[in-house]
């Protein structure tokens, strides 16, 4: 649990060493690729270290960051009994 409170504590941003644990550990969760020019993308954990190799590879984009959405930032924070 210490990798989903290091998530929290970070707003939710996700370093690719941590996505690379929630793919393992959660692969189904939903993570968010924040594009330099592309429109966000959510895609599964277990997904996003090769989509955002196969945008990179093709000369599309790059990726600026991954973060859970808002709406499961706050769902964790209420099950782990955060508050602001």
């Known amino acids: 649990m210490k990798l989903i ?5 970070q707003m939710g941003f996700i370093d690719s060493l941590q996505c690379s644990q929630i ?3 959660f692969p ?3 993570i968010v690729i924040k ?3 592309m429109p966000r993308e959510r895609v599964r ?3 996003v270290a090769d989509r955002i190799k196969k945008v990179e590879e ?3 984009d790059y990726a ?3 973060f859970i959405s808002s709406k ?3 769902m964790l924070k209420e099950v782990f009994g955060i508050v602001q």
């Open 5 to 9: 409170k290091d998530i929290l504590s």
């Open 23 to 25: 793919a393992k550990h």
């Open 28 to 30: 189904n969760t939903r």
């Open 35 to 37: 594009w330099a020019s």
């Open 45 to 47: 954990a277990f997904e």
């Open 58 to 60: 093709d000369g599309v």
């Open 64 to 66: 600026r960051h991954c």
């Open 72 to 74: 499961e930032y706050e």
